[in-house]
């Protein structure tokens, strides 16, 4: 982009995908994000949602809102600005898979 310091914000489009950053460690990421998802939002509570369009991703759609479908990242010298172990990940919430776009749109000098 010819950007060489600013912010970046990465966007998933959709109401049940989220952005979020993360130490990519398989027990973290296969096992414990996804134990602890299920005790705050677990998927066979019977949610509102289900009842308007009956599609029981009631759940999904409340992940995303609690992580977000857009997360801002600084960089400098065109590099990430991030921790030795953070990476940004994206997170699939809805309970079938979708096809989704994720957008970038990076603001800077």
Known sequence: SGINDGIVNVHVAGSTG??????????????????????????DQNYAHHKTWHDYNGAGHLRSFLIKTSQVFPFKNQKLILGTWQQIIFVESDEKGRSRKIYCMIVGD
């Open 18 to 43: 989220a952005i979020s950053t993360v130490e990519y460690e398989p027990g973290l990421v296969k096992k414990d994000i996804l134990e602890l998802l299920e005790k705050l939002i677990p998927y």
